[in-house]
């Protein structure tokens, strides 16, 4: 009926709606929030000059929390995404051993913190064969951390977590448990456990967060082809088993990997000429102070107009190019640069704080080579130039 099309019709723009208020949100913390976490970090690296201890201490107090805050930030934005259909994972074959260790790695000192035993438990397999899935790096990690970060807060001091790895051969899956000698959960409150923004009674007094992480948890081993369990009672800790699709290679696959030569990375000339262009002064200036401090030559623009005339004037070799900016957006600017026979061979690295699913396919249609999502760190920074330009 006509009532139901324009009910359905009214849904539709509100979720239209919603997206592009995300979208825009995204936009409004990360740009501030990237500032405050860059200046952290130029003042950390001394390149204002030396610090003290105290002074340092400071430093990371910020940085932790600017950490905590862009998480959060994250997490509401993933869900827009998942909600919307439109978190796609780059999938690629992933070594599962070499993503436990490298998450243990990441929330170990957290929880030698709290005098915990953090290890990692490798049981017998049914096979000889490589641990491997199929399956975003990133986003795996997200899954260990997130369980790993949960299991040492509510740990008490002393007790211990465990990363335990498994496989079957049979069932063709592997499976990742993480194992708490905390105070267990309840069966009645285990069913609350991955709905979004759920937080239990026991915890809440402890908890930090948006209620997301578990939910995220559960989303992301689903889009792996996997699933999240959960082991506990109060008082006998908790044991979230995540299952995953054992990817077993052909002979051909092996033979290629066993065969692959040893590439050796050139190594990168740090003079060579960079232009910057962002109509943020806060996010110009760290930016330049650090690639300088870094040995870059470096010069920088407020607009796209004056960055393109810049470019041809200095002929730079590589332009970090924001994409959010009045009259002339970074996404006309890099175009022009692309049909531009005197630019068109410029490395390009779009920075953008908006979150949208489409927003990277648009920059490297666009033409840039690289895409890096505010707010960025300094280091990320620049190990995507020397990317660039090896």
């Given at each position: 009926s006509l009532t139901l099309q324009e009910d359905k019709n009214n849904l539709i723009q509100v979720a239209q709606i919603k997206d592009e208020f995300m979208a825009n949100l995204s936009h409004e913390l990360r740009t501030p929030l990237g500032v405050i976490l860059n200046i952290a970090d130029l003042l950390k690296q001394e390149v204002y000059g030396e610090i003290n201890p105290k002074q340092?201490?400071?430093?990371?107090?910020?940085?932790?929390?600017?950490?905590?805050?862009?998480?959060?930030?994250?997490?509401?934005?993933?869900l827009s995404k998942i909600e919307a259909g439109k978190l796609k994972l780059e999938l690629e074959v992933v070594g599962i051993e070499e993503i436990c260790e490298s998450c243990l790695r990441l929330v170990r000192e957290t929880g030698y913190k709290k005098s915990l035993s953090i290890q990692m438990d490798n049981q017998a397999f049914d096979a000889e064969a490589p641990l491997i899935?199929?399956?975003?790096?990133?986003?795996?990690?997200?899954?260990?951390?997130?369980?790993?970060?949960?299991?040492?807060?509510?740990?008490?001091?002393?007790?211990?977590?465990?990363?335990?790895?498994?496989?079957?051969?049979?069932?063709?899956?592997?499976?990742?448990?993480?194992?708490?000698?905390?105070?267990?959960?309840?069966?009645?409150?285990?069913?609350?456990?991955?709905?979004?923004?759920?937080?239990?009674?026991?915890?809440?007094?402890n908890q930090e967060g948006t209620g997301l992480g578990l939910y995220l948890v559960m989303c992301l081993s689903e889009l792996h082809g996997g699933r999240v369990s959960i082991n506990s009672d109060v008082g006998q800790g908790c044991e979230f088993v995540v299952a995953l699709p054992w990817y077993l290679p052909s002979v051909e696959l092996a033979m290629l990997e066993t065969e692959a030569e040893i590439i050796i990375e050139p190594e990168i000339d740090h003079a060579v000429k960079i232009v910057l262009i962002d109509d943020h002064l806060e996010n110009l200036n760290a930016f330049k102070d650090?690639?300088?401090?870094?040995?870059?030559?470096?010069?920088?623009?407020?607009?796209?107009?004056?960055?393109?005339?810049?470019?041809?004037?200095?002929?730079?070799?590589?332009?970090?190019?924001?994409?959010?900016?009045?009259?002339?957006?970074?996404?006309e600017a890099i175009r022009c640069l692309r049909q531009d026979e005197m630019t068109q061979h410029i490395r390009i690295i779009a920075l953008t704080a908006l979150a949208t699913p489409a927003d990277r396919e648009n920059c490297l249609a666009a033409g840039a080579d690289h895409y890096l999502s505010k707010p960025v760190s300094l280091k990320r920074l620049v190990e995507t130039i020397e990317q660039c330009l090896a």
């Amino acid at each position: 009926s006509l009532t139901l099309q324009e009910d359905k019709n009214n849904l539709i723009q509100v979720a239209q709606i919603k997206d592009e208020f995300m979208a825009n949100l995204s936009h409004e913390l990360r740009t501030p929030l990237g500032v405050i976490l860059n200046i952290a970090d130029l003042l950390k690296q001394e390149v204002y000059g030396e610090i003290n201890p105290k002074q340092k201490q400071v430093l990371d107090t910020i940085e932790e929390s600017g950490e905590h805050l862009l998480a959060l930030i994250n997490d509401v934005l993933m869900l827009s995404k998942i909600e919307a259909g439109k978190l796609k994972l780059e999938l690629e074959v992933v070594g599962i051993e070499e993503i436990c260790e490298s998450c243990l790695r990441l929330v170990r000192e957290t929880g030698y913190k709290k005098s915990l035993s953090i290890q990692m438990d490798n049981q017998a397999f049914d096979a000889e064969a490589p641990l491997i899935v199929q399956g975003e790096p990133r986003r795996l990690k997200q899954i260990l951390v997130n369980l790993l970060s949960n299991a040492i807060k509510f740990t008490p001091v002393g007790g211990s977590v465990t990363l335990r790895l498994a496989a079957s051969l049979e069932q063709q899956m592997i499976y990742l448990s993480v194992i708490d000698t905390g105070a267990g959960i309840s069966k009645e409150e285990q069913t609350l456990l991955f709905k979004p923004f759920s937080q239990l009674n026991n915890r809440k007094n402890n908890q930090e967060g948006t209620g997301l992480g578990l939910y995220l948890v559960m989303c992301l081993s689903e889009l792996h082809g996997g699933r999240v369990s959960i082991n506990s009672d109060v008082g006998q800790g908790c044991e979230f088993v995540v299952a995953l699709p054992w990817y077993l290679p052909s002979v051909e696959l092996a033979m290629l990997e066993t065969e692959a030569e040893i590439i050796i990375e050139p190594e990168i000339d740090h003079a060579v000429k960079i232009v910057l262009i962002d109509d943020h002064l806060e996010n110009l200036n760290a930016f330049k102070d650090y690639l300088d401090f870094k040995g870059y030559y470096i010069k920088t623009a407020d607009s796209a107009k004056s960055g393109l005339a810049l470019i041809k004037q200095w002929q730079a070799q590589l332009v970090l190019m924001d994409i959010q900016m009045p009259e002339m957006d970074g996404l006309e600017a890099i175009r022009c640069l692309r049909q531009d026979e005197m630019t068109q061979h410029i490395r390009i690295i779009a920075l953008t704080a908006l979150a949208t699913p489409a927003d990277r396919e648009n920059c490297l249609a666009a033409g840039a080579d690289h895409y890096l999502s505010k707010p960025v760190s300094l280091k990320r920074l620049v190990e995507t130039i020397e990317q660039c330009l090896a």
